[in-house]
Structure formats: C-alpha cells, structure tokens
C-alpha cells in the first residue's frame, strides 16, 4: 500500500506543483489574485521537487520511513498553510479544498503505518 500512496501523493504535487509554472493565469483564475508571483513559482518548484522522491520511491517499491516522514510532514504543513490563511482571509477559500486531500493522505500514511 505504501508505494501507491507515494505514487498517488507523488503525482498529486507534481500536478499541483507544475501548474503555476506552466499556466500561471489559470492557476491564477482557479485560486485567486496573486501580488508575489515569484513566491508561487517558488512554492510550485519545491512542491515539484518533493513529488519526485515519492514518485522514484513508490515505482521502484522502495518507501523508506524517510519517504513517510517527507510524505506526511509536507502534507500536514501544507494542510496548516490552507486552512490557517484561508481562514485569515490572506489568501482564497478555494485553498480549503486542498486541505481536504491533504489531511486524507496523513490518515492514509497513518493507516499504513500504525494500522
């Protein structure tokens, strides 16, 4: 279970991640006016650059606990972006619907690992 869940969470940032740097006006139209584009741009590199190892990981059937903690550490600081600034009204709403697939894995990676 651990390499589809690196795979799936792999996939889910590359896709999240490229997006801004590659169509910035529809990822713009979709989450909101932005003032400092270098700052996504920036977030969509590292976003980018996490998918990977859980992409190689998952493939090669190689989840390290590392992978895990990777896994789960940047879902559940990207869970507290989203829903801590949503709700200060700093940036859209539309970011509490990733929260929701965030939180999933978390409880995915727990399952996995505890269950």
Do not use: N
């Amino acid at each position: 279970m651990v390499e589809w869940l690196a795979v799936a969470q792999g996939l889910y940032y590359l896709v999240t991640g490229v997006w801004p740097l590659v169509h910035m006006p529809s990822f713009i139209a979709v989450t909101g006016p932005k003032t400092d584009l270098w700052l996504v741009r920036t977030a969509g590199v590292l976003i980018t650059a996490i998918s990977l190892p859980m992409l190689l990981a998952g493939y090669r059937h190689a989840v390290t606990p590392e992978i895990a903690l990777l896994a789960v550490g940047t879902a559940a600081g990207l869970t507290a972006i989203d829903v801590y600034y949503s709700l200060k009204g700093v940036i859209s709403k539309i970011y509490l619907a990733d929260a929701v697939p965030e939180v999933v894995l978390i409880l995915l990676w727990a399952l996995a690992y505890l269950g």
